[in-house]
């Protein structure tokens, strides 16, 4: 599992590893822990072709760890 955090240009200055640090709920915090800390942020409303990319190869790059990890499959029913 992956989570999907949008929303970036919302944090202004701040990340999104200090958001979850200070001022997200537990159960959140124990979502990202569960999914080995496979996390991206988007920013949805970005117009900026570079960084649409970069998410998006951020995104595929924890893609093939899972697939990687779960000998080239993509779901298993371990979590």
Known sequence: MIV???GADELNEGT???YLS????QYLKAIVRMCDGRKVLFDNKTNDEAKKLK????LMAHVATIYKN???NPLTREM
């Open 4 to 6: 999907l955090f949008t």
């Open 16 to 18: 999104l590893d200090k």
């Open 22 to 25: 200070l001022g997200c709920p």
């Open 55 to 58: 998410q998006v190869q951020e």
């Open 70 to 72: 779960n000998d080239g």
